[in-house]
Every structure is written in structure tokens, then in C-alpha cells.
């Protein structure tokens, strides 16, 4: 086989990623496996395998109408991991309520139309009948699209929170998000529990609800002697906005104010300065998604992915405390 020869791995090393789109993997392997995939403009037959197996090689996925922008991450790794299968996706939006979606994915399951369903909203299906497809549903958002589980998990918080004290900094605001969603929890809450840990003080906690403006009204309503010098905002929109009240106040970032966001939003890079933040690898998120029905699909277990979807990267935004603040 020629993606093996030139990713320098064994045909049975290429035969688990097309089959689990690299879920499992090494990401080096994952990443020479995908390369040669590429290069060589590889594509396995869909029609030979139907005249085969009687199968449609398509699979839906299905999803809330009005998703957020991440959920395009995540259909992109699921995409590819599919193509790299053999596969090809279809993405189904749902309208009308959460209890009209369990039904609509029956009648998908019993269409004949696709080999194999993946729900990215939590719906509670009942038994399905015999010959139907298997639906498999994530376990990472909430009937609305909202991260849960490992999306929600804010242990990342505290090492930010422990990054900036190394910085010298003592005192801390937070600009959170809203509250409907376990993620906005989660990180106020270690946010908290860090700065008590650790002895330092916070000014407040401030519900932005993942607004700019919020943000930035907050920052432009700091007392001038708030004693704050670093803002930890719930995700990248909140940080601009408060990147954007500390400039109106005159203020430096990071110099006299450190920020840092949550998400990774491609803008933040190009921010001057560019922002701290926690990347969420949402197509990695697809790719472990569409390997668990894949691993139904075949009888076999999912492959183990214990790669952590989310890691602290650090920027310009954030710098050591003001002498006069230590």
C-alpha cells in the first residue's frame, strides 16, 4: 500500500487510521499517515465498496439549527476522519423542539439513506428497531450545544491563575461568562478556589455573559486604586473587550494590565499584543466523535484517545506584574 510506504508505518497502522480517522494515534503518525493521504490524493472507492456490501458509505450528523462557530471545527475533523474512512458526511440541522430531535433521528436511522448516525446534541432516543442504523450520541454538549464534560473542564484555569503569580501579580479580576453554561461555572469556580489556594486576593467576579461590551464597561469602571494588574476573562471576545476599556483608560497590556482569554480564536494571534488564551481543539473533538461510531459500525471498540483536548497558550498579553503592584 502506497500511504504506508510513504508514511513509513505498516499497512495495518494505515488500515486503524482510515478506520478510526486517527483517533488513538500519536499525532506525529496520525499527522505522516494524513500527509501521505494527501500526497498521494487517495481516496477509497465508495461504489466498489456499495456493489460490495450493499452500503451507502454516507453517514449523517446531526445538530440544532443556529449551532455556534465551533461546532464548524468539529465537523471538519469529523469530515475528514469519515473521508479517511471511506465516508462521506451529510449534516443534518434540527428544527422544532428537543423532544421532536429523538424522533427525527429514528426516521433518519430507518431511511436506508446513511450507514450511520452521530448526534452532537444530547436527545434520549428509545429502543431502536431491528435494522435500524446505529445512532451514537456525543457526550460533549448539553440540548443546546453547550460544552459539557471535558469542554466544560476548567483545570486550565489554574494554571493560568499560577502562571501569573510567578508574575508577580496579586490581584485578580475575573470577567465571566454567562452561567447557563458549565463551562462559565467551571471557571469561576477554580478561578476561586486557585486564588485561595494560593493566597492572593481577587477584586470580584463580574457577569459578562460573554459580552465585549461588558467587558469593557468593566475595565473602564475599575477604581483607579482597584489594585488590580491582571483580568482572566471567560473567553477571547470578553478579553478584547477588556483589552479595549484598558486602552480607553490609557492603561499598557501587559505593562499595567495583564488579560487573558479562553478559546483560541484564530484573531487572537494577530491582536497586538496577542492574547494569552486555552486552545480547544474542536476538530480533534470530530475526529473522536466519528471514531466512536466507526468503532460501532465495525463491532470493535472505539480507539482510547486520552490526548487532552485543551492546553494554555501563552502570549503577549501577559507579562510581569508592575514593580509597584509585587
Avoid at 499497512?11 to 494527501?38: N, P, W
Avoid at 486520552?306 to 514593580?323: C, F, K, M, N, Y
Wanted: glycine fraction near 10%; hydrophobic fraction near 40%; include cysteine.
Amino acid at each position: 500500500m502506497e500511504v504506508a510506504r510513504l508514511a513509513g508505518v505498516s499497512h495495518q497502522t494505515v488500515s486503524r487510521y482510515l478506520k478510526f480517522g486517527g483517533a488513538g494515534m500519536k499525532a506525529e503518525t496520525s499527522e505522516r499517515i494524513k500527509t501521505a493521504i494527501e500526497q498521494l490524493d487517495y481516496r477509497p472507492n465508495l461504489v466498489a465498496r456499495a456493489m460490495r456490501n450493499r452500503r451507502t458509505g454516507r453517514l449523517a450528523m446531526l445538530l440544532p439549527a443556529g449551532t455556534a462557530v465551533s461546532a464548524l471545527e468539529l465537523l471538519a475533523g469529523a469530515t475528514t476522519a469519515a473521508h479517511e474512512a471511506g465516508y462521506v458526511v451529510e449534516v443534518v440541522t434540527l428544527g422544532g423542539s428537543p423532544q421532536t430531535w429523538a424522533q427525527r433521528a429514528l426516521e433518519l436511522s430507518d431511511s436506508g439513506l446513511f450507514e450511520g448516525i452521530v448526534s452532537l446534541t444530547r436527545m434520549s432516543l428509545p429502543t431502536q428497531r431491528p435494522g435500524s442504523v446505529p445512532v451514537v450520541v456525543s457526550p460533549d454538549y448539553d440540548d443546546r450545544m453547550r460544552g459539557v464534560g471535558e469542554l466544560a473542564d476548567a483545570s486550565h484555569m489554574a494554571e493560568i491563575v499560577e502562571g501569573l503569580a510567578a508574575y508577580g501579580h496579586r490581584r485578580f479580576l475575573h470577567l465571566a461568562g454567562d452561567y447557563a453554561h458549565a463551562s462559565a461555572r467551571e471557571r469561576r469556580q477554580v478561578y476561586l478556589d486557585t486564588l485561595d489556594r494560593l493566597g492572593l486576593e481577587s477584586y470580584g467576579v463580574i457577569d459578562c455573559r460573554w459580552s465585549a461590551a461588558a467587558a469593557r464597561q468593566a475595565v473602564l469602571d475599575l477604581p483607579a486604586g482597584s489594585g488590580v494588574t491582571a483580568v482572566i476573562a471567560a473567553n477571547d471576545l470578553v478579553a478584547a473587550g477588556a483589552i479595549r476599556g484598558a486602552w480607553e483608560r490609557g492603561l499598557r497590556v501587559p505593562a499595567d494590565l495583564s488579560v487573558t482569554g479562553w478559546d483560541d480564536n484564530p484573531v487572537g494571534a494577530f491582536l497586538p499584543p496577542s492574547l494569552t488564551t486555552v486552545r480547544v481543539d474542536h476538530e480533534r473533538l470530530g475526529r473522536r466523535v466519528l471514531a466512536r461510531l466507526l468503532g460501532v459500525l465495525r463491532g470493535e471498540p472505539g480507539p482510547e484517545d486520552d490526548e487532552p483536548l485543551t492546553q494554555v497558550i501563552w502570549r503577549e498579553s501577559t507579562g510581569p506584574a508592575p514593580d509597584e503592584a509585587r
